[in-house]
């Protein structure tokens, strides 16, 4: 199936896709540096040690770049005819970007977690900002990707920028079957264990319930019945680049969280 194909079966994410291709739109057209691949002996003992690699101290990928490109995306989106209150959340996070000579720098350190910043509009500053910093870091979760051994990560958070996963991904054929999670912010794809919640990694390595949807192209939601989270899975190959990207499934949010499910899974479509 292809993404316009879905779109037809789907009509109500029509404007989610709008505004995605918006977006997308708007960081085409910026010149994207990419960041540097790090020298990945200095970083290998953070990364034993859970460390995600935006996060080590031993390794310093240079953010300079990609502060520029967040404020050159959130401009030339602002620059646009938008629909609704998009104009004006727009105009007010260019506006809160550019009153300061160092609100970029702390608006990338928020986007990591790490910096006490409060943006006018954080749904859309997290959208906006993670779509740039995930055009910058390309190079580098590609490089990273075959660089590291995936059985000494097997943990519930990202290991390039250590956010929670948005989706999960089955990939091969029992018994050699194996589960990837997929970041919705910086798009790296990890392996996991194969049954258990990353959420709440209940002790016991209970299986998660299944809740198959026909006709969904092969999604499904997986759910922990210990803290009822659960996590939109993709149980099939060739079609995860746009169905991994979260906002083509966001009917399956709805029908989750109708049945009592929590969203305990990261989401860049909070705006
Ligand atoms: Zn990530
Ligand atoms: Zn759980």
Same mark, same amino acid.
């Given at each position: 199936m292809t993404q316009d194909a879905w779109l037809a079966r789907h009509p109500y994410l029509q404007p989610v896709a709008d505004l995605h291709a918006l977006i997308h739109a708007a960081a085409r057209e910026i010149s994207t540096p990419s960041a540097l691949i790090p020298r990945w002996d200095d970083y290998i003992d953070d990364f034993h040690a859970g460390v995600p690699l935006l996060h080590s101290a031993r390794v310093a990928i240079d953010l =300079?770049?990609?502060? +520029?490109? &967040?404020?050159?995306?959130?401009?030339?989106?602002?620059?646009?005819?938008?629909?609704?209150? /998009?104009?004006?959340?727009?105009?007010?996070?260019?506006?809160?970007?550019?009153?300061?000579? =160092?609100?970029?720098? +702390?608006? &990338?350190?928020?986007?990591?977690?790490?910096?006490?910043?409060?943006?006018?509009?954080?749904? /859309?500053?997290?959208?906006?900002?993670?779509?740039a910093l995930a055009r910058y870091l390309s190079p580098v979760v590609g490089a990273f990707s075959h660089w590291r051994d995936e059985e000494r990560w097997l943990r519930s958070y990202c290991p390039t920028c250590g956010g929670t996963p948005a989706m999960a991904q089955l990939v091969g054929v029992d018994p050699g079957r194996l589960r990837l999670l997929s970041c919705g912010r910086c798009t790296t794809r990890w392996r996991y264990r194969r049954t258990g919640c990353p959420f709440c990694q209940s002790a016991e390595d209970h299986r998660l319930a299944v809740l198959a949807i026909e006709g969904e192209g092969g999604l499904r939601i997986d759910y922990c019945e210990a803290c009822g989270g659960y996590l939109k899975t993709y149980n099939g190959e060739g079609n995860e680049g746009w169905l991994l990207a979260d906002w083509t499934s966001l009917h399956l949010d709805i029908l989750a969280r109708d049945r009592g499910l929590k969203r305990l899974a990261a989401s860049l479509y909070e705006l």
């Open positions: =300079g770049q990609a502060e +520029r490109m &967040v404020s050159s995306v959130v401009e030339r989106l602002a620059s646009r005819r938008l629909p609704g209150k /998009l104009a004006d959340e727009c105009e007010a996070v260019a506006a809160q970007l550019q009153c300061d000579p =160092g609100s970029p720098r +702390r608006a &990338v350190a928020w986007l990591l977690g790490e910096d006490l910043f409060s943006p006018t509009h954080p749904g /859309l500053l997290y959208y906006l900002g993670w779509t």
